[in-house]
């Protein structure tokens, strides 16, 4: 569904590397869980309210994030 204007949502993605899934919860509620078996090369500082467009930091999230945690 689509979200609302002006109300808080727990997003949360999680790897689960025995299963090779990536899910998505949102307010506990599973969105999605996908086959994940090609995993990356995180390099650099981790960002979160954006993300980058040909090398370059763009999208700036305008609102409030709580609670981050990695």
């Given amino acids: 569904a689509a979200p ?24 506990g509620t599973l ?5 994940f078996t090609s995993p990356w090369q995180a390099t650099g500082n981790t960002q979160i309210g954006r993300t980058r467009w040909g090398g370059n930091p763009v999208g ?7 609670d981050a945690r990695l």
């Fill in 4 to 27: 609302v204007i002006n109300t808080w949502y727990h997003v949360a993605a999680v790897y689960n590397a025995s299963a090779q899934t990536m899910a998505l919860y949102v307010n």
């Fill in 31 to 35: 969105q999605q869980s996908v086959s």
């Fill in 60 to 66: 700036q999230f305008r609102g409030s994030i709580d």
